[in-house]
């Protein structure tokens, strides 16, 4: 920039001289006065070059310098994230061994680990190109076209932030559509088999649904809206969970001969209500950074707002679950006022940018009675969910896309809250029946070549020592190390 600010200021030197040159051979044509007038008028015209010169290149650099800025405020912020959603992997950890047998806690923990680990590459070699095609479709719409790898900025033309922070952010959402099935399949399922079922939703179920929204597929056309994944990762996860659990069947010991149900209590609720707390957090990851662009007065302000919203759905889930459960059970049911905080954090996930904050209160008060009324409405249909998983993500998911249509503002092309709500309606219907319908034909097939459930005698020795030859804890085993 220097350099060139000094060629415009030789030049501007230059053309100083040529004028004075000029004036002299000039003089004798002209009279005296005329001749004055010339090399003042020719030294201004030769500064005002040099000045809009310099202005220009002035421009130039402030224009690069904020799209430069806009994309490292909005890449880093992306990228803190992905990584506090990616966090969100240790909550459902701790929940899930929390509200389990300590016999089971090394699978739960493989299979935390696990579903991350496949889904990073699945969603590398094959989930992000079907989720988001961009004009690559195969079918319109519907089916997006294959492809591998993540394709690296142009320094040129780096756009509104990094296609790496893009894509960490994007698989951490993918994995925990996945995980979100293994606390409603604890217990009984063989490890093989969650493998399977892992990488056939993080490769292939959720991205596909998932580009029907947010990669522009025939939903998004429709109008529908889910801002950060009520329906479109939540509800994927409890019905995909819902299927596992129906067809697996329930617990040992779980429900009587005669139907009455049996509580099989958690072994450490010090460890999910620290697995909850540490989803809410995560959550700030989840819902405001779907902003995706922070940079600037306005994103600034519509993240921040997302986080309030959030903060508030959430509080009210937790109070209302309390107060359904006490109102139920006449006793304060810590457990209960555990999921309605992600009852209430599910709901608000669809519209957490669009609503007001008394209606992100109502939206987090439903989700947390809703918990409680799923939880026992699986307990009279003998369907054992341990951790609540379809109360939480599925039912919760559905009422998400649903409020989003009840409350808020209109999407462009929608005239009224009633063809909101229908069009909201069929998406979630259309999304939930994909996830539920698919993940049931992988469980039965599963089933029928008797790979999915683990049989009667290592269920009742446990998962952590018939699966995988370990104790979690000391007190369990020899030296609590690897049984021979």
């Not at 790496?164 to 093989?192: C, E, H, N, P, W």
């Not at 479109?232 to 139907?259: E, K, N």
């Not at 109102?327 to 905080?341: E, I, R, Y």
Request: hydrophobic content about 55%.
């Amino acid at each position: 920039m220097f350099c060139t600010l000094r060629a415009h200021l030789l030049t501007g030197l230059l053309l100083f001289g040529v004028a004075g040159v000029s004036a002299v051979w000039i003089t004798p044509a002209l009279g005296q006065d005329e001749a004055a007038a010339v090399v003042p008028e020719a030294a201004e015209n030769a500064v005002a070059e040099v000045v809009a010169a310099e202005e220009a290149e002035e421009a130039e650099v402030v224009a690069f310098n904020a799209a430069d800025s806009n994309y490292t405020i909005n890449t880093l912020i992306m990228f803190i994230c992905a990584v506090l959603v990616l966090f969100m992997q240790a909550g459902f950890a701790m929940v899930e061994v929390g509200l389990n047998s300590a016999k089971n806690t090394v699978n739960i923990l493989a299979k935390n680990v696990m579903d991350l680990s496949v889904g990073v590459i699945l969603f590398l070699f094959v989930g992000f190109a079907l989720m988001y095609p961009g004009d690559n479709w195969l079918f319109d719409g519907v089916l997006g076209e294959p492809s591998s790898f993540v394709a690296l900025d142009d320094p040129a033309a780096p756009g509104d932030y990094s296609s790496s922070a893009d894509f960490l952010f994007q698989v951490a959402f993918a994995a925990t559509a996945a995980t979100i099935v293994s606390g409603a399949v604890a217990g009984r399922m063989k490890f093989g088999a969650y493998l399977v079922y892992s990488a056939l939703l993080t490769g292939l179920i959720y991205p596909i649904s998932g580009s029907w929204k947010w990669g522009g597929g025939f939903l998004d056309q429709m109008g529908f809206q889910d801002f950060a994944g009520s329906v479109v990762v939540h509800a994927v996860g409890g019905f995909a969970g819902l299927a596992g659990a129906i067809v697996l069947g329930p617990r040992l010991g779980r429900f009587t001969s005669d139907g009455k149900s049996v509580p099989l209590p958690g072994h450490n609720i010090a460890f999910a209500a620290l697995g909850v707390f540490i989803l809410w957090i995560g959550w700030y990851g989840f819902n405001p950074g779907s902003q995706l662009t922070y940079a600037g007065a306005a994103n600034a302000s519509a993240t921040t707002y997302i986080a309030l919203t959030t903060t508030l759905a959430a509080s009210a889930g937790a109070i209302a679950a309390l107060l359904a459960a006490w109102a139920l059970f006449s006793k304060p049911d810590l457990t209960m006022a555990l999921n309605g905080v992600l009852g209430g954090l599910v709901a608000i996930t669809a519209n957490c940018d669009r609503v007001a904050q008394w209606e992100s209160l109502v939206i987090g008060a439903a989700g947390g009675a809703l918990v409680v009324l799923g939880i026992l409405m699986l307990d009279k249909l003998k369907i054992d969910d341990p951790v609540g998983a379809w109360p939480v993500h599925g039912l919760c998911g559905v009422w998400g896309g649903i409020a989003t249509g009840i409350f808020g503002d209109l999407p462009d092309g929608i005239e009224t809250v009633g063809g909101f709500i229908v069009v909201q309606s069929i998406a979630t219907v259309v999304i939930c029946a994909w996830a539920f319908f698919t993940m049931l034909g992988v469980f039965l097939a599963l089933k029928a070549v008797g790979v999915l459930r683990v049989s009667a005698e290592e269920e009742q020795a446990g998962l952590d020592i018939s699966e995988h030859g370990m104790h979690a804890y000391p007190s369990d085993g020899v030296s609590g190390g690897a049984i021979a």
